[in-house]
C-alpha cells in the first residue's frame, strides 16, 4: 500500500513592487548622502531652540536640497544673522562658505515669516554664482525661485509659525519673465 502523494503547499511570498523598492533604495541612499550644508549656527539669544528649527528646516527642505545638488553648491555653514542688523535681511560670504539669514524681528520676540526667510535664502543661494546685484544675478534668483514653485517645497502638510511653518510661494517678481530683458528693467526696484 502506498500513501498517496501529496503536492507540497506552497506559501506565496509577500511582492514588493519595483517602484516601491526603488524609492525605498533612494531614501537609503539619500541618507548615506553627505549634507550640503555642513554646520549650523544659531545666536545666543532667548528661543535659540526655535531658531535652530527654523535653520533645521531649511537644511532639510528638499527644495533647497535639489537646488544645491542641481547646481552643485555647498555651504559650509548657515547660521542665523543678528536681528540687529537693520540694512540687510542676510549675507553669502565666499560663494557659500558661509551664509546668514535673519530670522527674528528686531524686537527679539517675533519671528520673521518662512515665506521671507526662504526668499533671503534664495536670494543669498544666488549669491553662490553671482557677486553683484546684476542682470545675470537677478536672472539666477527668478530661477531658483521658479524652481522652489515646481518643486513645490514641502508638498502635502502647510504649516505655520508658532509650531509648524508656512509653505513657500515666491514673490511674482521673482519669477516673471517679462523681468528678463535687463535693459528695460530697475533692478533695484525688482528686489
Not at 111 to 134: G, K, N, V, Y
Request: charged residues 30%.
Amino acid at each position: 500500500v502506498t500513501a498517496p502523494v501529496t503536492k507540497p503547499t506552497v506559501v506565496p511570498l509577500p511582492t514588493v513592487s519595483a517602484a516601491a523598492e526603488s524609492a525605498k533604495q533612494r531614501k537609503r541612499e539619500a541618507a548615506l548622502k553627505p549634507s550640503r550644508i555642513k554646520r549650523l549656527e544659531v545666536l545666543e539669544l532667548p528661543e535659540k531652540e526655535f531658531a535652530m528649527t527654523l535653520l533645521q528646516k531649511i537644511h532639510d527642505d528638499r527644495g533647497i536640497k535639489a537646488i544645491l545638488e542641481k547646481h552643485n553648491w555647498h555651504i559650509g555653514l548657515l547660521k542665523e544673522l543678528t536681528p540687529l542688523e537693520q540694512k540687510i535681511a542676510g549675507y553669502n560670504r565666499n560663494r557659500g562658505m558661509e551664509i546668514a539669514v535673519k530670522l527674528r524681528h528686531l524686537d527679539y520676540q517675533s519671528w520673521r515669516s518662512w515665506p521671507d526667510i526662504m526668499e533671503t535664502m534664495l536670494h543669498e543661494l544666488a549669491h553662490c554664482d553671482h557677486d553683484e546685484h546684476d542682470a545675470k544675478f537677478f536672472k539666477l534668483n527668478r530661477e531658483l525661485n521658479k524652481e522652489v514653485k515646481a518643486l513645490n517645497w514641502q508638498k502635502g502638510a502647510s504649516q505655520k509659525l508658532g509650531g509648524d511653518l508656512d509653505a513657500y510661494n515666491p514673490n511674482p517678481l521673482h519669477v516673471e519673465d517679462s523681468l528678463a530683458d535687463p535693459e528695460t528693467v530697475d533692478w533695484r526696484a525688482a528686489t
